[in-house]
Structure formats: C-alpha cells, structure tokens
C-alpha cells in the first residue's frame, strides 16, 4: 500500500478491522468444512422433480454462530485485547513520525541543504519502519483470527453431520448473501448449531 500523510495522520489499524474479526475467512473455511462432511450436495446432480419433492434443506448463518456460541465470543475478547495492545504501538509510532515530519517542515528555512537531506532520509526511513509495523500487525491479527475461526468450525463439523443425520437433512447451506436469498425460517438451523456446540 501507497505511505502517505494519511497514513500518518489517522490510524490505519481502526473500527473496520475490529468488525472484520472472526469473519474474514469464515466463509471459505465452512464452505470446505461442509463439502469434507458431505453437507453440500451438488444441486445439480439431481433432477428437478426429485428436488423439489424429496430433498430436505436447511441453512446455517455461521456468521452469527461463529459470534454467539460462549467460545467465539472469547475468541473475539482475546482478539480485541490484542488488537488494542498493538494499536496503541502502532499510534505511538506514528506520532513519533508525525512530530518527525512536523520538525522538518517548520525547521526547513533554517537548515543546510545537508541538514534537511540527512533529516529527509531519516523521515523515510521512520516512515518505512511504521509501514512494516503495520503490515507486521495486519499478518498477525489476520493469522490468529484464522486459527481461532478454523478451531471453533472444526468443533461445529461433527455437530453439523449429527444435525443433518438425525433431522434427514440432504442439504444444508451457508447463509450468505450471494447463496440464499430467501429461506423460510423453519429451515435456519443456526440456532440449534449454537445450543448444541455451547452444550458440548
């Protein structure tokens, strides 16, 4: 990404990140948690007819299970905790580049052109320190939303299967906006996903 004086100016680590945690993964992950289990059947491998009479379908939103079963939501609270600690490293860095740049501009007219260089490549170099800071945190927060999400669907995998065994579930879905458009609510499952998974 471009380092410019926005970036300096206003956090890039901010509400948008701490919104995206516990999602950002979430849906490719259970895609493959599902299709492993035997969840989603290819709907086009049967016949139309046979669909609408014979096969039984439900949905989960695992979104709003992965947010509300007891240990998603620690998840979450480890996550924020972490976040915080490293936003307040990156905010400190970045006000120590600000008061950088800031000498440098006023302090310009008095300076040799040595002086000013010296200080302009000192300025980049601070600045390339803070860009990696926060790609550094970006990766780290991004790797422990990943292991935290994966643990927490490999948990709801086998609770899934037993769903689907016991209720004569040929198809469930992920409720996402592009996969389901309109459901009836008989057919969410999500609650009984998040009873049964805080149950275990």
């Known amino acids: 990404m471009p380092f410019n004086d926005s970036f300096i100016a206003s956090s890039p680590i901010g509400a948008k990140m701490i919104a995206r945690i516990m999602k950002t993964r979430a849906a ?6 599902l299709l492993a289990f ?5 709907v086009t491998a049967i016949s139309a007819p046979a669909f609408a009479q014979d096969v039984k379908i439900g949905y989960v939103d695992l979104q ?3 947010s509300e079963v007891e240990e998603g939501k620690k998840a979450k609270a480890r ?3 972490d976040f915080d600690k490293k936003q307040k490293m990156l905010t400190d860095k970045q006000e120590e580049v600000k008061k950088l740049k ?3 501009e006023s302090g310009a007219a008095m300076m040799t052109d040595e002086a000013k260089r010296k200080k302009a490549i ?4 601070e600045m390339a320190k803070l860009q990696q800071l926060y790609m550094e945190m970006q990766r780290d927060l ?4 990943t292991k935290a999400t994966q643990k927490i669907f490999k948990k709801m995998e086998p609770i899934l299967n037993k769903i689907a065994k016991e209720k004569g579930y040929d198809l469930i879905l992920e409720k996402t906006e592009s996969s389901v458009l309109f459901a009836k609510d008989s057919m969410d499952l999500t609650d009984e996903l998040i009873k049964r ?3 275990k």
Do not use: F, I, P
């Open 79 to 81: 996550l924020k905790k």
């Open 122 to 125: 000192e300025l980049q170099q």
């Open 197 to 199: 998974y805080d149950k």
């Open 102 to 104: 800031q000498s440098l």
């Open 28 to 33: 490719m992950v259970m895609a493959q948690v």
């Open 38 to 42: 035997g969840l989603v059947v290819g």
């Open 142 to 145: 991004a790797q422990k939303e």
């Open 64 to 66: 709003r299970a992965l």
